[in-house]
């Protein structure tokens, strides 16, 4: 789901992301990642999964 300033991840525990590091299981606001990618704060084992806004969209 994404509003005006962030997206939202909704992810059980049983889906293997982690949001800062820590196991995701519920939901969390992301901004988008203005960084290198190995900053991004959602990752899937050693995979980021980098937020983007383009042209205005998530």
């Not at 889906?15 to 960084?35: I, M, S, Y």
């Amino acid at each position: 789901m994404a509003d005006e300033d962030a997206v939202v991840l909704t992810a059980a525990g049983s889906d293997g992301l982690t949001a800062d590091g820590k196991p995701c299981g519920g939901e969390v606001r992301l901004g988008a990642d203005t960084g290198p990618t190995d900053a991004a704060r959602v990752a899937l084992g050693d995979r980021r999964l980098v937020v983007l806004v383009r042209e205005g969209g998530w």
